[in-house]
C-alpha cells in the first residue's frame, strides 16, 4: 500500500501511468485511501497522468470509484464452441514448430483446450458442475502448455502421469479448494490426457480430435465445421442437466423481478402486505407444534446410548428453533396489532411471511434447507413427528429418517461408535459403509442388528436401478430430474473390509446447492466405469 500511494502521487505531480492491480483484494485501502484520493484527483493532476485499475467482481467496492471510471470487462465467452476457440487462440504455429515432438504437443494442447472449455463452461450447470466457483483463467491454459512442451523436450516418452499431476493438481488444481471438484478435475484428466490421444480420439460423441499436422487456422475451421451444437453430454453430464439449468435461470429472473416491486403496494388479490404477513402468521401459529418437555425426557431415560444422545441433542436444537420462532411471531403479531413498535427485526420478518421466503433470523437456528416458508415450516413439523414418536419409548426406530435430523453427522457416528464397542474395534479405524435395499419403509420389521436403516434421500444425476441383481447406478430417464432411493443400510466395518472394487464413492449433500453442506461419503454399486458417474455430477441428496 504505501509504494502504491507513492507511485499514485508521484505519476500525478510529475506524470505518468500508474496500474494499481486486484484493489478488492484490499477493501479497507481501496474505500478509504484510494476513495478519497480519485474524488479529488483531477485537482492539480499533471496532462499525462493515467491511473488504471484492476478488480474482480466485489460488493465491497466503492460505488464512487465506478462512477468516475470507464469500465472495461474482460469474461470469457458463453459457450462450449466459444470458449474452445479463445482457448486454441492463445497458440500460434512457431509455438509448436519449436518442438521436437510436434505433432503429440498439437494433440495435447488441443485436448488441455478443450479442457479449459469444458471447466469454464461447466459453472452454468451450477453444483451440479462445481461445488465451488473457482477463477481458472488463460494464464491456466499458457502455462500448462509450457510446461507440457518442456516434459515433452526432456522425455523420450510422454510421461502421462506427471503431465495430468502438473495440470490437476498445481496449474488449474491450485485453483481447487473443495475435494469433490478436485476429483472431477482429475477424472476430467484421465479421461482427455491419455495415450489414445496421439492417434486421435473422441473427445465426445461425434467430436473427435482434429487430424494429426492440422495447422492453427486449420484447428479453427475444423472446430468450426465439426464440433456438434453444444449439450449437456459434452460436459459427461446427463441431457436432464440442461432442464436444471434452465429452472436456475427461470428462478433468478423471477426472484430479481420480486425484488424490483414496490414494497408497499398490493398484491394481486387486493390484501396489503401487513394483512398477508397477518394471514401467513395466523396459520403457523395455528399449527406451530409445541416445545419437549426436557426433564421428563431425561428422567424417561434409562440408557444414555450413542443413540440416545443424538436424539436428546436433536431435541434441544428443535426447541431452540421452536423458541426463537415463537418470540418472533409473537412481538410481530404485537406489532400488527399496534402495542409495540414495529421495528427493523419485526419489519423484515412481515416481508419473509408476506413473499413466504425463510426469515434470516429463524435460519440461524434451523437447518440448511432451500424450501420456501410454507413447504419448510411443514417440513419443519415432520422433523418434530419423527422426534416424538421416539420419546414414546427412546429406542432406535426401526427406519431413521436421516434427513430430518439437524446434524445426520452425529448419527452416523452413533452407528461407527455402536459398533466399535460391540465388535471391541478402534473407533479411528472404522468407516460407515452403506447397503441399499430393495425395501421401502413399510416393508421393515424391526431395527437392524448390524447398524441402521435410514431413508431420505434422493438420487441427482443417475437413477437407482432395483432389477438389475442387487441394484446398480444407471442413467436417468429423460426429464426425471430426482430419483428416489429405497431403505438403505448403513453400517461401520474396518477400513480394510471396505468394499471398493465396482462402487462409486457417491458424495451425499443435506441440500441441492451442495458445496458446505457434505454429510458423508455413501458407495454405490456401478457396472460403469465411476469416473462416468463423476463427470456426472452424480450426488445423493438429503
Not at 472 to 481: A, G, H, N, V
Request: charged content about 25%.
Amino acid at each position: 500500500e504505501p509504494v502504491a500511494q507513492k507511485a499514485l502521487q508521484t505519476a500525478h505531480k510529475f506524470g505518468g501511468w500508474v496500474f494499481l492491480q486486484n484493489i478488492h483484494l484490499t477493501p479497507s485501502w481501496t474505500s478509504g485511501y484510494l476513495q478519497k484520493e480519485l474524488d479529488k484527483i483531477s485537482e492539480g493532476a499533471h496532462s499525462e497522468f493515467r491511473l488504471y485499475l484492476s478488480a474482480d467482481p466485489s460488493p465491497a467496492m466503492p460505488v464512487s470509484i465506478l462512477q468516475q471510471s470507464v469500465k472495461l470487462t474482460n469474461e470469457p465467452p458463453e459457450g462450449l464452441r466459444a470458449n474452445l476457440v479463445r482457448a486454441w487462440a492463445s497458440f500460434q504455429d512457431d509455438f509448436f514448430e519449436n518442438c521436437n515432438k510436434q505433432a503429440e504437443l498439437r494433440g495435447i494442447v488441443f485436448a488441455l483446450s478443450f479442457f479449459h472449455a469444458v471447466v469454464i463452461e461447466r459453472k452454468k450447470f451450477g453444483a451440479q458442475g462445481w461445488n465451488r466457483g473457482y477463477p481458472f483463467n488463460s494464464g491456466d491454459l499458457v502455462n500448462s502448455a509450457h510446461v507440457c512442451f518442456n516434459y515433452l523436450e526432456n522425455n523420450q516418452k510422454i510421461p502421462w502421469d506427471d503431465l495430468r499431476y502438473m495440470f490437476g493438481e498445481i496449474m488449474y488444481g491450485g485453483h481447487i479448494t473443495d475435494d469433490w471438484d478436485r476429483r472431477l478435475c482429475g477424472n476430467y484428466l484421465l479421461t482427455f490426457i491419455k495415450e489414445e490421444l496421439i492417434e486421435g480420439m473422441d473427445l465426445f460423441p461425434s467430436f473427435p480430435t482434429p487430424p494429426s499436422g492440422t495447422n492453427c487456422q486449420g484447428v479453427m475451421q475444423y472446430i468450426d465445421e465439426v464440433m456438434p451444437t453444444e449439450s449437456p453430454v459434452a460436459f459427461g453430464l446427463h441431457p436432464n442437466a440442461e432442464i436444471n439449468f434452465c429452472l436456475d435461470q427461470a428462478e433468478s429472473l423471477f426472484r430479481n423481478i420480486m425484488e424490483l416491486q414496490p414494497r408497499s403496494a398490493s398484491s394481486g388479490d387486493g390484501m396489503s402486505l401487513q394483512d398477508k404477513a397477518k394471514m401467513v402468521l395466523d396459520d403457523i401459529t395455528d399449527k406451530m407444534p409445541e416445545n419437549f418437555n426436557m426433564i421428563e425426557i431425561l428422567e424417561k431415560v434409562e440408557d444414555r446410548s450413542p443413540y440416545t444422545n443424538v436424539f436428546l441433542q436433536e431435541i434441544e436444537r428443535m426447541n431452540a428453533l421452536l423458541d426463537i420462532m415463537n418470540r418472533s411471531l409473537a412481538e410481530l403479531d404485537l406489532g400488527l396489532k399496534g402495542d409495540l413498535t414495529i421495528s427493523p427485526a419485526m419489519e423484515t420478518l412481515m416481508q419473509c411471511l408476506s413473499e413466504d421466503r425463510m426469515p434470516e433470523v429463524w435460519e440461524k437456528k434451523a437447518y440448511p434447507s432451500l424450501r420456501p416458508l410454507a413447504s419448510w415450516f411443514n417440513n419443519m413439523t415432520m422433523r418434530h413427528k419423527q422426534l416424538q414418536e421416539w420419546t414414546t419409548d427412546l429406542v432406535l426406530p426401526k427406519v431413521t429418517w436421516l434427513s430430518g435430523l439437524f446434524n445426520p453427522q452425529s448419527f452416523l457416528t452413533a452407528v461407527m461408535q455402536t459398533t466399535a464397542r460391540r465388535s471391541d474395534w478402534p473407533l479411528d479405524k472404522t468407516v460407515i459403509q452403506t447397503d441399499v435395499t430393495k425395501k421401502a419403509v413399510e416393508d421393515i420389521a424391526a431395527p437392524s442388528r448390524d447398524g441402521a436403516f435410514v431413508c431420505g434421500m434422493l438420487l441427482e444425476g443417475a437413477r437407482w436401478d432395483e432389477k438389475a441383481g442387487a441394484g446398480t447406478l444407471e442413467d436417468s430417464r429423460p426429464k426425471e430430474l430426482f430419483g428416489q432411493m429405497p431403505v438403505i443400510l448403513i453400517k461401520a466395518v474396518t477400513v480394510d473390509k471396505a468394499e471398493l472394487r465396482d462402487v462409486y464413492l457417491c458424495p451425499v449433500y443435506k441440500t441441492q446447492k451442495r458445496g458446505p453442506t457434505f454429510v458423508f461419503t455413501a458407495g454405490l454399486r456401478t457396472k460403469a466405469n465411476p469416473t462416468k458417474w463423476v463427470l456426472a455430477g452424480v450426488a445423493l441428496l438429503m
